[in-house]
């Protein structure tokens, strides 16, 4: 008898997984197939409908929605159900993804435990749709959070006709991510929709007469929007003795400290590192499925790719390039609104930040890939010149990535017939689709050689 694989939430990375292992089991608690997260602020600006954000899942996996897994039964290989029901396992896999941190402002929560009525999450589907709901009736809403999900909210609240204001912390936009000089350009964007920024500032309390921010402002609103982070959602593993610490502590295998119960995604804990983005979590989720097929694998970590999403917006972060040690090679066009930014130590890409202007992120990314020893002018070459997104694409080698989400090469899009192909037989452009002007070019390119002169 093949092994009863059981997954834990529904999400992004479980959703990969069975697509994969076609025979495993989901429970996911959310009342909806696996769905692009990503995308979830299209939706809130009206450019995609909800329907358009399905991600495939075989017809052979055993999707089991609105079923929260409450307790581990690591003695009997058993989860129980919030129901009371219990499902067996002889490979469980924790994909439990992140809850959102909610910030100390006195006021968001309500006598009863619920959120304030004005107070909305971002996190699911029907996070979005609650909030969606909401933007006919409101004139104004605040976004507390200056991060990924903040810019992505902020702009569609901004679209959709809301004065939008933004609370952040730090001194910048972005700033887990990109340095002051982007996180500029990135407000001057958003600032061109009519949005506020207030940046250095806490918000600290919500009363009948607004968002009272630490630096004496209140802010008059309709809505408050949290984008304020998230922490790995490890309750469960913690409760069944696991080992946690700021994630789910998994080894070379993505296995726990229980050798029958495996973790991936937002959840999990790798050496120091905790993901938070679609690219490793599908990165683990491909790994873990060849792993349970038979395979060995190595797991050392992800090699960090962040593509961050948004209408007309596009930013890709490699490495750590806040605190990667060596040689930095900036340019900035706040006219064109763009910024490339690479950290280069011995003549290697150690780091790399590119916002507005993504034409050379192929090439770049091939580099740091391969920690290419560049020569001294070649760095300056790479981020020099405003280009259209997919210039240069098509004379990529074969074995550079040209989708981050997936993990695909130039040479795989390449084989392939068409952009239904492409989809179906890699997953290029299905993630945070920043790839698809790229992968369009490259399929153009092979259909013009193709094509007898
Ligand atoms: C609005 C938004 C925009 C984003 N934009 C980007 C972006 O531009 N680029 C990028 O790389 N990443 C982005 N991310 C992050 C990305 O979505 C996550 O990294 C990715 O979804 C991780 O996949 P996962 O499966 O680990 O977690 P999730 O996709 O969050 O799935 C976890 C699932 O498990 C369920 N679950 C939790 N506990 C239980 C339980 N006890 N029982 C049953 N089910 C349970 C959860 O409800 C959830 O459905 C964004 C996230 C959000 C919310």
């Known amino acids: 008898m093949s092994e009863r694989i059981v997954v834990v939430g529904a999400g992004m990375a479980a959703g990969r997984l069975a697509q994969e292992l076609p025979g495993v089991t989901l429970l ?20 995609h409908s909800p329907e358009a954000l399905a991600l495939a899942t075989p017809d052979r996996a055993d999707l089991r929605l609105g079923a929260r897994v409450v307790e581990i039964h690591c003695e009997e290989r058993e989860v129980e159900l919030a129901d009371r029901s219990r499902v067996p396992y002889d490979r469980l896999v924790l994909a439990t993804g992140s809850i959102p941190t909610l910030p100390p402002i006195r006021g968001l929560v309500r006598m009863d435990g619920r959120l304030h009525e004005k107070v909305h999450a971002f996190r699911t589907l029907d996070d979005c749709r609650r909030l969606s709901a909401a933007v006919p009736h409101a004139r104004n809403a605040v976004v507390v959070g200056g991060g990924l999900l903040g810019l992505q909210v902020a702009r569609a609240l901004s679209v959709r006709g809301l004065a939008t204001e933004v609370v952040e912390g730090g001194e910048h936009l972005l700033r887990s991510q990109v340095g002051p000089r982007a ?34 402002y209140t802010l008059e609103t309709d809505l408050v929007v949290l984008t304020a982070g998230g922490r790995p959602s ?30 991936i995604g937002d959840c999990a804990q790798r050496g120091a590192q905790v993901t938070g ?15 349970l097929g038979g395979e060995d694998i ?16 596009d930013v890709a972060v490699l490495g750590d390039p806040e605190r990667a040690e060596g040689q930095v090679v900036e340019v900035s066009n706040p006219i064109a609104g763009s910024h490339r930014k690479l950290v280069v130590r011995d003549g290697v890409i150690v780091a790399a930040t590119l916002v507005g202007d993504l034409s050379r992120i192929g090439l770049i990314t091939q580099h740091y890939d391969r920690a290419t020893v560049l020569g001294p002018h070649e760095p300056g070459d790479l981020l ?7 210039a240069g694409t098509v004379s990529l080698p074969d074995d550079a990535e040209v989708c981050a989400c997936a993990g695909v090469t130039a040479g795989r899009i390449r084989a392939c017939s068409s952009l239904e192909d492409v989809r179906s037989s890699t997953r290029a452009t299905t993630g ?5 002007d790229a992968v369009r070019s490259l399929l153009a390119a092979r259909s013009l050689e193709g094509t007898p002169s």
Do not use: K
């Open 384 to 390: 020099m010149g405003d280009r259209p997104a997919a």
């Open 183 to 216: 996180g500029a350009i990135l407000a001057r964007d958003l600032e061109r929709l009519g949005t506020t920024i207030y940046t250095g500032a806490r918000a600290v309390r919500l009363d009948d007469r607004g968002l009272r921010l630490d630096n004496g």
């Open 298 to 313: 190595a797991y050392d970590g992800a090699r960090t790719v962040a593509r961050l999403r948004a209408t007309d917006l």
């Open 28 to 47: 996911g608690d959310e009342w909806h197939p696996p769905y692009n997260r990503i995308l979830l602020s299209a939706v809130l600006e009206g450019t």
């Open 432 to 436: 945070c689709g920043g790839c698809a």
């Open 234 to 263: 490890t309750a469960l593993a913690r409760r069944a003795g696991l080992d946690v610490r700021r994630g789910i502590v998994v080894d070379h295998h993505l296995r726990t400290s229980d050798a029958h119960i495996h973790a």
């Open 277 to 291: 983005f679609v690219p490793p979590a599908w990165e683990q989720a491909g790994l873990l499925a060849r792993h």
